[in-house]
């Protein structure tokens, strides 16, 4: 008779209990698998061996070095495109285009990073970044084939210019948060070293390009973009994937608005007031300049006051109570400032003075110049992806405070070099200034991105861009303004007394000394003969002999003329590039030894757990 009752079952093989000679069964414990770099917490980054971080790395790579040339490229290119659209840029009334091809770009990506940084880390950094090279692409196309002329075209250029500019920052702001959360920790100094020395090699290169792509046509100069950027687009569509947690949450209308118009209208405030106004050099004492700058400051403190009360703040103003992101922040708007200035000054000493002096043609100076500078872009590329490795191990503080003190040093060096220099000299010092950008650069990027909790990085990326970008704006009205100042107080009575020289008739060469400063300035910078330019109005080189014509419109007379005033506002310029590097190696050295984030616990303890909850939105009340 069979026993019904239930029969013991010999106990489970524990995982290092099983014979080694049989195989697993199917009762058998599994052993827990290997967790995969998707699995791990948000913010984390994935595991050092997973490809997916370099996919990361190539794609914004490729978009912040494509946004920062488009910020660069029409420097150079600019005699070329406005010959192709057949305006004047120097003629009376025609200055703001100048201005605006220059400066618009930069406006434009200084008020929206902050706010596109903020969508990423509501609705998906990936998808903000896809969405802005798509709109980055378009815009290109658009800019190829300005269909108008003259005053019509300049607009045209400049209005696709600023929605280029929208997509660029809808790059810039979220690459610096992607690549943070796709890599680990320990590799997050190198890869936002290469992601910062790509962006600022953009700006160096793009001299050159624009010189080189316009002597062919000044539609190229727009055309480079559409085939690398339909081709990231797509790319960046099929293999990037959302490794950070988004918050939603809302949009914060009154802190956007606020801060957008705010910030514009003091950028537009130092565009006027480059202007000449009345008879004055420049536009600082025109009403419109100080009602812009007045009013975009009080907007400004509105943006602070809205921010404190709003359920779900455009930024945290808390990150501000954080050491290392407010110093690191406060550093690279010092060094941005100074280096933004530093570019548009050796370029107008090298056409305007330098190569004329070593036998250049003035319509050949603009790609000339740009060859020349190639020191910094090189002393930058080697010394960027080197000093974010370093961080990695040594630490950020140093090397970013070194770096500044070798930027102030090449400034001071700038500062001593006669004006018609050995051009070996030169080189060495450009070098050790682009040496020094990318030591600090790589560094202080790391700490100020490692210093923010994970769902935080959209918004700290665009603050960081914003501090760069409204840094290189400003420089430009900041570098101009003091390079003015120190023309206006002798240039007018050398260029009067050499022009008398060479036989111009009195009135006329009275008149052609007082006119403002910055005409002869943004001539030099547009490869015309400044002299030619200002005599031409009033007919009076025509009735010169053919030997005085040749003396006034020669490679010599303007580069001889200049040089004395020109060296004294040299002077005030890069000794206020030295100062700004100087503070700027203070604030880099305040930030303190260990990062920490905003709610004061070390970085490494502020990524949340992947099972923490509900993600938090950006602007969540921590």
């Given at each position: 008779?069979?026993?019904?009752?239930?029969?013991?079952?010999?106990?489970?093989?524990?995982?290092?209990?099983?014979?080694?000679?049989?195989?697993?069964?199917?009762?058998?414990?599994?052993?827990?698998?290997?967790?995969?770099?998707?699995?791990?917490?948000p913010?984390?980054?994935?595991?050092?061996?997973?490809?997916y971080?370099?996919?990361?790395?190539?794609?914004?790579?490729?978009?912040?070095?494509?946004?920062?040339?488009?910020?660069?490229?029409?420097?150079?290119?600019?005699?070329?495109?406005?010959?192709?659209v057949?305006?004047?840029?120097?003629?009376?009334?025609?200055?703001?285009?100048?201005?605006?091809m220059?400066?618009?770009?930069?406006?434009?990506?200084?008020?929206?990073?902050v706010t596109?940084?903020?969508?990423?880390?509501?609705?998906?950094?990936?998808?903000?970044?896809?969405?802005?090279?798509?709109?980055?692409?378009?815009?290109?196309v658009?800019?190829?084939f300005?269909?108008?002329?003259?005053?019509?075209?300049?607009?045209?250029?400049?209005?696709?210019?600023?929605?280029?500019?929208?997509?660029?920052?809808?790059?810039?702001?979220?690459?610096?948060?992607?690549?943070t959360?796709?890599?680990p920790?320990?590799?997050?100094?190198?890869?936002?070293?290469?992601n910062?020395v790509?962006?600022?090699?953009g700006?160096?290169?793009?001299?050159?390009a624009?010189g080189?792509?316009?002597?062919?046509?000044?539609?190229?100069v727009?055309?480079?973009?559409?085939?690398?950027g339909?081709?990231?687009?797509?790319?960046?569509?099929?293999?990037?994937?959302?490794?950070?947690?988004?918050g939603?949450?809302?949009?914060?209308?009154?802190?956007?608005?606020?801060f957008?118009?705010?910030?514009?209208?003091?950028?537009?405030a130092?565009?006027f007031?480059?202007?000449?106004?009345?008879?004055?050099t420049?536009?600082?004492?025109?009403?419109?300049?100080?009602?812009?700058?007045?009013?975009?400051?009080?907007?400004?403190?509105?943006?602070?006051?809205?921010?404190?009360?709003?359920?779900?703040?455009?930024?945290?103003?808390?990150?501000?109570?954080?050491?290392?992101f407010?110093?690191?922040?406060?550093?690279?708007?010092?060094?941005?400032?100074?280096?933004g200035?530093?570019?548009?000054?050796l370029?107008?000493?090298?056409?305007?003075?330098?190569l004329?002096?070593?036998?250049?043609?003035?319509?050949?100076?603009?790609?000339?110049?740009?060859?020349?500078?190639?020191?910094?872009?090189?002393?930058?590329?080697?010394a960027?992806?080197?000093s974010?490795?370093?961080?990695?191990?040594?630490?950020?503080?140093?090397?970013?405070?070194?770096?500044?003190?070798?930027?102030?040093?090449?400034?001071?060096?700038?500062?001593?070099?006669?004006?018609?220099?050995?051009?070996?000299?030169?080189?060495?010092l450009i070098?050790?200034?682009?040496?020094?950008?990318?030591?600090?650069?790589?560094?202080?990027?790391?700490?100020?991105?490692?210093?923010?909790p994970?769902?935080?990085?959209?918004?700290?990326?665009?603050?960081?861009?914003?501090?760069?970008?409204?840094g290189?704006?400003?420089?430009?009205?900041?570098?101009?303004?003091?390079?003015?100042?120190?023309?206006?107080?002798?240039?007018?009575?050398?260029?009067t007394?050499?022009?008398?020289?060479?036989?111009?008739?009195?009135?006329?060469?009275?008149?052609?000394?007082?006119?403002p400063?910055v005409?002869?300035?943004?001539?030099?910078?547009?490869?015309?003969?400044?002299?030619?330019?200002?005599?031409?109005?009033?007919?009076?080189?025509?009735?010169?002999?053919?030997?005085?014509?040749?003396?006034?419109?020669?490679?010599?007379?303007?580069p001889?003329?200049?040089?004395?005033p020109?060296?004294?506002?040299?002077?005030?310029?890069?000794?206020f590039?030295?100062?700004?590097?100087?503070?700027?190696?203070?604030?880099?050295?305040?930030?303190?030894?260990?990062?920490?984030?905003?709610?004061g616990?070390?970085?490494e303890?502020?990524?949340?757990?992947?099972?923490?909850?509900p993600?938090?939105?950006t602007?969540?009340?921590?």
């Open positions: 008779m069979t026993d019904p009752s239930p029969q013991p079952r010999a106990p489970r093989d524990a995982p290092g209990d099983r014979p080694p000679d049989r195989a697993p069964g199917p009762g058998d414990r599994q052993p827990a698998p290997e967790p995969r770099s998707g699995d791990r917490p913010g984390e980054g994935p595991a050092p061996g997973d490809r971080k370099w996919t990361a790395l190539t794609n914004t790579t490729a978009a912040v070095f494509m946004s920062a040339l488009d910020g660069s490229i029409v420097l150079i290119a600019l005699p070329a495109i406005f010959r192709g057949h305006l004047d840029p120097l003629a009376p009334g025609n200055i703001a285009y100048l201005l605006w220059i400066m618009g770009y930069r406006l434009v990506q200084a008020v929206l990073v596109v940084g903020r969508l990423g880390d509501m609705y998906g950094r990936v998808r903000i970044y896809n969405y802005g090279f798509a709109v980055f692409t378009f815009a290109s658009l800019l190829s300005d269909p108008f002329d003259g005053g019509r075209g300049a607009t045209w250029l400049i209005g696709w210019r600023v929605v280029q500019a929208v997509g660029g920052s809808m790059l810039t702001a979220n690459s610096a948060a992607i690549l959360d796709a890599f920790k320990e590799q997050r100094g190198f890869a936002l070293g290469v910062q790509a962006g600022l090699g700006m160096f290169i793009g001299l050159v624009g080189l792509l316009s002597a062919w046509d000044w539609r190229s727009f055309w480079v973009n559409v085939p690398v339909v081709f990231f687009t797509v790319w960046a569509y099929r293999t990037l994937r959302e490794t950070g947690r988004r939603g949450g809302r949009i914060d209308w009154w802190g956007n608005v606020t957008a118009v705010g910030l514009s209208a003091v950028l537009i130092v565009t007031g480059l202007q000449p106004y009345g008879g004055h420049m536009g600082w004492t025109n009403p419109l300049v100080d009602a812009l700058t007045a009013g975009g400051l009080v907007l400004l403190a509105v943006f602070v006051a809205v921010e404190k009360r709003a359920a779900a703040p455009m930024i945290q103003l808390s990150l501000f109570r954080n050491r290392a407010t110093f690191g922040n406060l550093a690279g708007l010092a060094i941005s400032i100074g280096r200035g530093m570019q548009f000054v370029i107008i000493w090298l056409q305007g003075i330098w004329p002096l070593h036998g250049y043609d003035y319509a050949d100076t603009p790609l000339w110049a740009g060859i020349f500078m190639l020191p910094l872009t090189a002393g930058f590329l080697a960027g992806p080197v974010g490795y370093l961080s990695d191990r040594l630490g950020s503080r140093g090397l970013a405070t070194g770096g500044a003190l070798l930027f102030g040093a090449s400034f001071l060096g700038l500062m001593l070099l006669p004006i018609d220099f050995s051009y070996w000299a030169f080189a060495l070098a050790l200034n682009g040496v020094a950008s990318g030591m600090f650069a790589s560094p202080n990027s790391s700490a100020i991105m490692g210093s923010v994970a769902h935080l990085r959209g918004v700290a990326s665009g603050m960081r861009a914003t501090f760069q970008n409204s290189t704006a400003v420089s430009i009205g900041v570098f101009f303004s003091l390079m003015i100042s120190g023309l206006a107080g002798s240039l007018p009575h050398t260029l007394a050499g022009l008398r020289q060479q036989g111009v008739p009195a009135h006329v060469a009275a008149h052609v000394g007082g006119l400063p005409s002869s300035l943004f001539a030099a910078q547009l490869g015309v003969n400044p002299v030619r330019h200002l005599l031409q109005p009033s007919g009076a080189l025509a009735r010169l002999t053919p030997a005085q014509q040749q003396a006034l419109t020669g490679r010599e007379f303007f001889h003329l200049i040089s004395g020109f060296h004294s506002g040299l002077v005030v310029v890069f000794a590039g030295a100062t700004l590097a100087l503070l700027a190696a203070i604030a880099s050295l305040l930030r303190g030894a260990r990062t920490t984030t905003a709610e616990a070390p970085v303890e502020a990524e949340e757990p992947a099972t923490a909850g993600a938090r939105g602007g969540a009340a921590r």
